[in-house]
């Protein structure tokens, strides 16, 4: 079960009652209003037809699509990927409502057993941004940034740092603040030697913290900046508990609200593209950790950006990144993906330093389509001097063409290319066809040209896997409909409790779900003393339980209490039971016959015959 860790019920309901999910989603999406509604295209899910819709008077939210929804920290949780704590204090600092500091500090679970693993990384990050900027000892470190035009404000933005040559200074200050040999050995800030030495693994060299989404330090990547050659450049901390390199963005946390604000996210293969491109004023740019984008990366930055652009080194490894990212961006149907090419071979870095940023933003304005980004990529691939070259290639711009959705944009590149290449349009269509023919079969329409090349199918599957739902069955609609009134009357109207006193003391729903449902409505009536409406309980019910609670609650019509509602839907259930009883009995006689039990026959249909008696009455 979800809790609602310790922060009071009276202090959620507060926060919840005073935040305007209207306004907190508004800040994320962009709404259009419908009468008491308001709509928009998913955040969560690949959505052309608008199917998320908010519903301001109750104060929640559905997906009509994918089935997501809830209430404000719901969506918050969902959207930013924190745990309900973290959403509590984030709606109450939406809304102005005081949250008393203590509360402020529970996170997730994860959050909760790693506790040390985030403690120790945000020391050691004070610690080596202290380092840097406060000892003589940083000097050497700071001249080294002032040489690569990094300015003190984005050194202070990124608590930039230095590690001691020596690892006994900071592991002596950790082992002062409480820590054990095996908690730094875990946090992968230090390894151990053979002779149980411990060594920071960043020891000498410049330190820049990774931070996940939620701008926690969850490790560390250091830069050699002296005359030693013989080591790497870059040491990344490797995988812990808190920090997995693949499912990393760096600079997201810093850099969301802008991709929010533009729609647009900027993805660069380093760090130091990300800090330099802040320092020229483009701040809504991201980086992968020294990995190779994967769907899960795109997944996280398309429910922010509608545009992602690709800003990748301008050599040839660079370029097959670019190919390979907008792959992976084919499932992504109802986002835009461009690219931009560095030119001289440069990387964004080396680009900015030379020009600035008016330059890039310029490069990105101008930034290529798929299409025209993998046009003049295949061109590499082939000997386009050569006929048979040139037909492999030819061949290929075709299985472009038809990706492209616009009938009028296809028609447009099909003229483009008849005209280059002096092609029969018909055969040029008849080729279209049948590549679409081959891409509705499951297969990539662009064949791999080496081995490093992404497996299209897999990440076809990944992406169908984002959103799974499992639905409850119903075994009797009238009886479903019923049980779903009774629970809207007690989440809404304490008279519908007072009615259960009198006349059913336990409650018997058809549906299991309901019965479930109702146990924990009971628990929280009687031993938690909720208040009405009783609709914040979305948190402390599982998966199943919280998608019919929400169902429930969206549908409701806030219609006056009446007792004989209550007993018309109570008499539906019974019915329903009967009916059940009855359809069993049916299955038994017609088994008696079958085996030419004459008694069981005559009593089993004297029993049909009672129970539907019962039905009439």
Known sequence: MKRLSFIPAETINEIREKTDIVDVIGQYVQLTKRGNSYSCSCPFHEDRNPSFSIHSDKQIFKCFSCGRGGN???????????????????????????????????GSVQ???????????????????????????????????????????????????????????????????????????????????????????????????????????????????????????????????????????????????EIRRLKQAIVCEGFMDVIRMDQNGIMNSVATMGTSLTTHHLEQLTKMAQEIVFVFDGDDAGQNATNRAFELSLPFKNKHFKSVRIPNRMDPDEWLQANGGEALKQLIQNANNRFSFQREFLKTQFNLQDEQGLAQYIEKVIGLIAMIESPIEQQLRIQDIVKEYGIDEAIVKEQIARSKQHSNQGNSYYSSTNDNEINFDSTDRAFSQIVERKELTIQSKRAYEAEKLIIQNLIYHQDAWFYLEQHYKQPIFYHPYFQELFFKLEYYYYDKGLSFPMTGLEQELEDELQQLYRDIIWDARQLSYDDVVMSDCFKVIKRSFIEQEILEWKERLKTFQKEGRKTEVSEAMVEILRLTRQIKI
Request: without cysteine; aromatic residues 14%.
């Open 111 to 257: 959050n909760e057993r790693f506790a040390d693993l985030f403690e120790i990384h945000e020391k050691a990050a004070t610690f080596y941004a202290y380092y840097l900027n406060q000892t003589n000892n940083g000097r050497e470190g700071l001249k080294y940034l002032t040489d690569r035009q990094i300015d003190k404000k984005m050194i202070e933005r990124y608590l930039i740092g230095l590690a001691p040559e020596n690892s006994e200074v900071l592991y002596q200050y950790l082992l002062k603040e409480g820590y054990s040999n095996q908690q730094l050995v875990n946090s992968g800030i230090f390894y151990q030697k053979d002779d149980q030495v411990l060594v920071d693994r960043f020891r000498g060299r410049v330190v820049f913290p990774l931070r996940n989404q939620q701008g926690k330090v969850v490790g560390f990547s250091g830069r050699i900046f002296g005359e030693t050659q013989s080591e790497s450049k870059y040491i990344n901390s490797p995988e812990t508990d808190i920090f997995q390199k693949n499912q990393l963005i760096f600079n997201l946390d810093l850099a969301r609200p």
């Open 72 to 106: 404000v920290f719901t969506f918050l949780q969902e959207i930013e990927g924190i745990s309900f704590p973290e959403a509590v204090q984030k709606a109450a600092d939406f809304s102005g409502v005081p949250l008393d500091p203590r509360y402020i500090n529970q």
